[in-house]
T-cell receptor
């Protein structure tokens, strides 16, 4: 059974700080990695994707991938209360066309 | 607005009743998916359709059936609802096999089986 593991949280950070969210996965064949944000009662929305080892930056968000360690992370700089949500890590499996999701990490940014 | 449309948004069923959840996308995506989301368990894949005319089981297919009606529409049917199927159901679509851009999700159907 392929798995994606995340700490459920809550991860509490003060406004303006860096939030660090982590994810590990079991399928060494996974090729693509995604971070989704989900507000309470809403559907997941894609915020970052990464395919290659290293860092990928997009505004306040940085995704980091280490395939050797089977580890992917998301950094949120200058965290805002509006960033408070559950962050879902997802990885491809089974020949690219399916995503497996972690259970999510709940982030709380307090003023 | 372009995207994935799910109906209904809310539904209450009695045990043993049947219903069909509808999903349609207008992004010309090839692949479509049905997930359920339960507290603490994340999103679990029920069924998916990699392309028009094909469907395959996911992680938790028991008690469900699907139909890929055409490229736009992918429905999920509960033949005899059980309380264990109380969940939030999300339909999603993607461009195709390589998952270059991830999924686009619908707004979800909140189903309660009593």
């Amino acid at each position: 059974q392929k798995e994606v593991e995340q700490n459920s949280g809550p991860l509490s950070v003060p406004e303006g700080a860096i939030a660090s969210l982590n994810c590990t996965y079991s399928d060494r064949g996974s090729q693509s990695f995604f971070w989704y944000r989900q507000y309470s009662g809403k559907s997941p929305e894609l915020i970052m994707f990464i395919y290659s080892n290293g860092d990928k930056e997009d505004g306040r968000f940085t995704a980091q991938l280490n395939k050797a360690s089977q580890y992917v992370s998301l950094l949120i700089r200058d965290s805002q209360p509006s960033d408070s949500a559950t962050y879902l890590c997802a990885v491809t499996t089974g020949g690219y066309n399916k995503l497996i999701f972690g259970a999510g990490t709940r982030l709380a940014v307090h003023p | 607005n372009a995207g994935v449309t799910q109906t209904p948004k809310f539904q209450v069923l009695k045990t043993g009743q049947s219903m069909t959840l509808q999903c349609a996308q207008d992004m010309n995506h090839n692949s479509m998916y049905w997930y359920r989301q339960d507290p603490g368990m994340g999103l679990r894949l029920i069924y998916y359709s990699a392309s028009e005319g094909t469907t395959d089981k996911g992680e938790v297919p028991n008690g469900y059936n699907v139909s890929r009606l055409n490229k736009r529409e992918f429905s999920l049917r509960l033949e005899s609802a059980a309380p264990s199927q109380t969940s939030v159901y999300f339909c999603a679509s993607s461009e195709g096999l390589r998952q270059l851009y991830g999924y686009t999700f619908g707004s979800g159907t909140r189903l309660t089986v009593v």
